[in-house]
C-alpha cells in the first residue's frame, strides 16, 4: 500500500511542506492512514474512499462471491444502507479492478468485515439436533440406571438373607450396567453411514457425519448465484447453429440446429456439415466478447 505522511509543522514564520508518499507494508497501517490504492491492487484494510477516478472497479468476489466488478464512488450513501453495498467502501482482501482512488482506513486486522466473518467461523459449534436427542437420551438412562442400582442396594440391604459386601457390590453393578443401551451408538453411526451412502449416489458430498441428520429434514432448498455453491465457471451445455441462407423463394433452407454437448467433445457432438456454422458462431461471439 502507498501512505501519504503528513507534512512536518514548520516554524511560525515557515509554510509547511507537501506530504510525500512512501511504500509500507501492510501490516504496518493504522485507523485514519491515508492510502493511495491503484488497478491491480488488493486492499490492505477496511478503507473510505475519499476520492477516486471516474469507473472505479473492484471485485468483491471474496466477499459476496459475486464475479461481476462494482462500481465505486467517492460521495456518501443514503442513511440505512448496509455496509457491503456502500460503493463508498472498499474491503480488505478484495481487489481494485480499474482506476485508483485515495482512501482512509477505517478498519484493519480481525475489525475488518472479512477478520469478523473468519472469526464467527472459529467460534465454538453448535451441536445438532441430533447430539441434543442422543444427549438427551443417555441423561435419561443414566437417571433410570442409578435409580435401579439404589434400589437393587435397598433390596439387599433390607433381604433376610445376609450377603456380604462383594455380593451386594456384584448385584449393584450388574442391575446398573445392565441399563446401559450398547447398542445406541453402533445403531447411530450405522444409520448416519446408510444416509451418507445415499446422499454420496446423488453427488452430495457431507463433511461431519452428524450434518446428515440435519440435512434429512430440510424441506426448501434456496440455492445462490454460481461462484456462492458452485466453482464459478460457466461452460457451454447446448449449442444453436444459424440455419443456412435463404432459398430464392424466401423460404428459410433449413430450420436452426440445436446442438447437446452434456460434456461431450464438441467435434464428436456435430457433424463435418455444420462446421462452417460452427466458424461463423465462434467469430461472431469473438467479436461480440467483452471480456477482458
Do not use: Y
Amino acid at each position: 500500500a502507498r501512505w501519504a505522511a503528513p507534512p512536518p509543522l514548520g516554524g511560525p514564520e515557515e509554510e509547511p511542506s507537501e506530504a510525500h508518499v512512501v511504500d509500507v507494508d501492510p501490516l504496518d497501517l493504522v485507523v485514519g492512514d491515508i492510502i493511495f490504492l491503484s488497478a491491480g491492487q488488493r486492499v490492505p484494510a477496511d478503507v473510505r474512499i475519499v476520492h477516486c477516478s471516474d469507473g472505479m472497479e473492484v471485485d468483491n468476489s471474496a466477499l459476496t462471491g459475486e464475479a461481476l466488478p462494482e462500481a465505486r464512488v467517492s460521495h456518501p450513501e443514503k442513511p440505512g444502507v448496509a455496509l457491503t453495498e456502500a460503493r463508498c467502501l472498499a474491503f480488505f482482501g478484495t481487489t481494485v479492478l480499474k482506476g485508483s482512488a485515495t482512501c482512509v482506513v477505517f478498519a484493519t486486522g480481525d475489525r475488518t468485515f472479512l477478520g469478523e466473518v473468519a472469526a464467527s467461523m472459529q467460534g465454538a459449534r453448535r451441536p445438532s439436533s441430533l447430539e441434543v436427542q442422543v444427549a438427551h437420551f443417555v441423561h435419561l438412562t443414566a437417571a433410570a440406571a442409578i435409580c435401579i442400582g439404589l434400589l437393587v442396594l435397598g433390596a439387599n440391604l433390607l433381604s433376610k438373607r445376609q450377603r456380604t459386601p462383594a455380593e451386594i457390590l456384584e448385584n449393584c453393578t450388574t442391575a446398573l450396567f445392565t441399563q446401559v443401551p450398547e447398542g445406541l451408538l453402533p445403531t447411530v453411526t450405522f444409520s448416519l453411514m446408510v444416509a451418507s451412502k445415499e446422499m454420496s449416489r446423488r453427488q452430495v458430498v457431507v463433511k461431519r457425519l452428524d450434518a446428515i441428520e440435519t440435512l434429512g429434514c430440510v424441506s426448501v432448498f434456496c440455492s445462490d448465484k454460481t461462484g456462492t455453491l458452485t466453482t464459478g465457471a460457466m461452460t457451454v451445455q447446448d449449442l444453436v447453429l444459424p440455419p443456412p441462407p435463404d432459398t430464392a423463394d424466401g423460404s428459410p433452407a433449413a430450420e436452426a440446429e440445436i446442438v447437446e454437448l452434456r460434456g461431450g467433445a464438441l467435434r464428436e457432438a456435430l457433424p463435418e456439415s455444420s462446421m462452417a456454422a460452427l466458424h461463423q458462431l465462434c467469430v461472431a461471439g469473438s467479436l461480440n466478447n467483452a471480456a477482458q
